[in-house]
């Protein structure tokens, strides 16, 4: 069971029946009919044009055959832009892809990963090792050469997926790319919410990738995603990139405060990879814990 198996997330069942295991396969199905259509024409547009819109349009399909129905707040910024947004799960990636057509940095496995790793590629993907800290001048390179081109990056400055109802502090090695920041470029800072499905969407703490991914496709129905870009701002007026790091992440607390209608809780999951451990409960709490377990 997930260590997070306390935080109201509701527990697949062992076995799949009928009735999901044939909305699993039609939905497989329709996500590859969408990859061989995509491929192709997205070959075709940039045999006449260098950006091809057709990867962003791919991806976006695939959100809505998963099931998510976008809902767009704010205006995205398409160029010279740098969003940094809270991560929940794998369905982040193709909906906010489709939204706002950015290309994302992330971790050099994803790279491996059949399919998925093509994919990103074609999306233009900026791969980096988060552990290689000997070759982070390298891995800034790479995004500024990115940024040269005029695309919007993402960062899922977290480093992990979370329930939707908390938020970690922000890593800020990526960031380094703003110091200085290039000749106009902005950062915009964008809260990625499920709503009340928050704790079912949410990949985190021990549940394999794939089951995560076949709990989300056997869900009947749709679901709503709303995707709030929230005001932009310069990272010129800020000492570093901590100082960016934290004026997002403050713009992203507030938002999700106002759409959960009440204060984040405590993420209670360790993550060994962004080495982060909730803080130990207050003495008074596990004193009146351990009284209500007698």
Known sequence: MPAEASLDRPTPATRIGLAASLRIQGRLILILLAVLLGVPMHYGCRALTRHSPIPRLTLRAIARIVGARVRIVGTPLRRDVFLLANHISWLDIPALAGASG????AKAEVAQVPVVGWLARLNRTVFVQREARLGVAH??????EAMAENHALTIFPEGTTTDG????PFKTA???VLEPPPPGVMVQPVLL???RLAPFICWIGDEPGLANVIKVLARPGSFALTI????P???EGHAGRKAIAAEARA????ALVEALGKPLRTYGVTVDAVRYAPPPAPAVEAHDRAEGED
């Open 233 to 235: 701002f310069s990272p």
């Open 193 to 195: 919410d499920y709503g």
């Open 228 to 231: 709030r870009f929230l005001e």
């Open 139 to 144: 891995q800034i390179n790479a995004l500024r």
């Open 251 to 254: 713009r992203i607390e507030a």
């Open 102 to 105: 950015t290309a994302f940095v």
């Open 174 to 176: 990526m960031l380094k």
């Open 165 to 168: 109802q908390s938020l970690l």
